[in-house]
C-alpha cells in the first residue's frame, strides 16, 4: 500500500498511541483516516443502497420532503454554494439533511436546527427510513468514541467533552454528485472549496475519488478514500475551541471522472448552549484567545446562515 494522504487513526492501537497520532493529524493536516471502528460494512452499504434508491426518484417525489424550517428534507441540485467566490453557480450536488429527532412542539423543537425530521414515503422506499437511522446512530456512538481520543490527545481528561454532548446537534448529509466534470476555469465544481463550520466531520463515500485538502494555502492534494474506513476532518468550532492548535482544513470535491458519486457525511456538533472558548491548554505565555467565547448553536448559524439559498433556515453541515 502506498503512502496514505493523511494520517490513519485505528481505534484497535492502545489508547496513548492512538492519541498521539490523531494529535499529529490535528496539527498537521486536520484530516485523518478512522480504522478499525466497529460499524460494520453491511450497515454502511444498507445505508448506501437507501440513499441511491431515494435519489434515483423523480424531482416531484423528493420536492415531497423539501428542507423545511428545522433544516431537515432535501436540498435539490446547485441550491448549495459553499465557495462562492469562484464558484459560477451552485454545486453539482442535491443532498438530505436527517438529524436527532427532536418532537415537534416540544421546548427543544424552539431551538434552531432542532426538530422532527422528515421522510420519504415507507410504502414507496420500504426499509429507508431504518437503514438511514441505523447508519446515523452508528457513526454518532463513533463519534462518542473519538471524543475520549480528541480529549486524551490534548492532555485533557478522557471525558472533558461529555458534559457537551448531552444533547447533541447530530447531522447526516447523504449527498449525490451529478456526472458533471469540475472545471476551476469555469468556475465548475462537485462540491466548492470550504471549511466545515462544526465540531468532528465523518465521511464514507461509494469510493469514487474527488475529495481534495489544501493545507498550505496554494497547492490541492488528492485524499482517495481507503476501503473501510471513515475519512475524518475538523470543523471550525474545534479549531476555535483549540484556540488554532487543532486546524479546520480548506477542503473541496472535484470531479475529474465524469460518474455520479455518493458519499454520506455526518457532522457531530455539541449541544446547541455549549460554551466554545479557548481551552486553558491551548494559550501559551499568557497569549490571549485567538477568538471571543461564544455557543455552539450561535457559531453554527453564523458560519451557515449564507451556504444555503432559499429555505429560510441555517443548515449544519457541507459537503465533502
Given at each position: ?8 487513526v ?6 496513548a498511541?492512538?492519541a ?16 478499525d471502528?466497529?460499524v460494520?460494512?453491511e ?5 448506501f443502497?437507501a440513499?441511491r ?16 424550517k ?13 465557495d ?10 442535491e ?6 429527532h427532536v ?9 434552531p ?18 437503514a438511514t ?7 454518532a456512538?463513533?463519534g ?25 446537534m ?7 454528485y451529478s ?5 476551476e476555469a ?13 465540531m ?14 489544501c ?14 474506513a ?9 479549531a ?7 486546524r ?6 472535484v ?5 455520479e458519486?455518493?458519499s454520506?457525511a455526518?457532522?457531530?456538533?455539541p449541544?446547541?448552549?455549549a ?10 505565555h ?16 453564523e ?6 439559498a ?11
Open positions: 500500500m502506498e503512502d496514505p494522504a493523511v494520517p490513519i485505528s481505534l484497535a492501537a492502545p489508547e498511541e492512538a498521539e497520532v490523531l494529535r499529529l493529524a490535528c496539527t498537521e493536516h486536520g484530516f485523518f483516516y478512522l480504522t471502528h466497529g460494520s460494512e450497515l454502511v452499504q444498507a445505508a443502497a440513499q434508491a431515494f435519489f434515483s426518484r423523480t424531482l416531484e417525489e423528493k420536492m415531497r420532503i423539501k428542507a423545511n428545522y433544516y431537515r428534507g432535501y436540498t435539490p441540485f446547485a441550491e448549495e454554494t459553499l462562492p467566490q469562484r464558484s459560477r453557480h451552485g454545486d453539482s450536488h443532498g438530505l439533511y436527517y438529524g436527532r418532537e415537534e412542539g416540544s421546548p427543544e423543537a424552539e431551538l436546527l432542532h426538530g422532527p425530521n422528515q421522510w420519504p414515503d415507507e410504502t414507496a422506499l420500504p426499509g429507508y427510513r431504518a437511522e441505523a447508519y446515523l446512530q452508528a457513526v456512538a463513533l462518542c468514541r473519538l471524543l475520549r481520543l480528541l480529549a486524551l490527545s490534548l492532555g485533557l481528561a478522557a471525558d472533558h467533552f461529555s458534559p457537551h454532548f448531552t444533547r447533541p447530530l447531522f447526516l448529509r447523504p449527498l449525490h456526472a458533471e466534470r469540475s472545471s469555469e468556475g465548475l465544481y462537485a462540491a466548492g472549496a470550504h471549511t466545515d463550520y462544526g468532528l466531520t465523518f465521511l464514507r463515500t461509494d469510493g469514487q475519488p474527488g475529495l481534495q485538502i493545507t498550505d494555502g496554494a497547492a490541492w492534494r488528492d485524499v482517495p478514500p481507503i476501503p473501510g471513515f475519512h475524518c476532518n475538523l470543523g471550525d468550532m474545534l476555535r475551541w483549540t484556540n488554532g492548535r487543532y479546520s482544513t480548506l477542503h473541496r470535491v470531479n475529474r471522472t465524469g460518474r458519486r455518493y454520506i455526518f457532522f457531530f456538533e449541544n446547541f448552549d460554551e466554545v472558548a479557548a481551552l486553558p491548554q491551548c494559550l501559551e499568557e497569549q490571549p484567545p485567538l477568538f471571543p467565547p461564544t455557543t455552539a448553536g450561535a457559531h453554527i448559524l458560519r451557515y446562515n449564507a451556504t444555503h432559499g429555505y429560510g433556515a441555517a443548515a449544519t453541515g457541507a459537503a465533502a
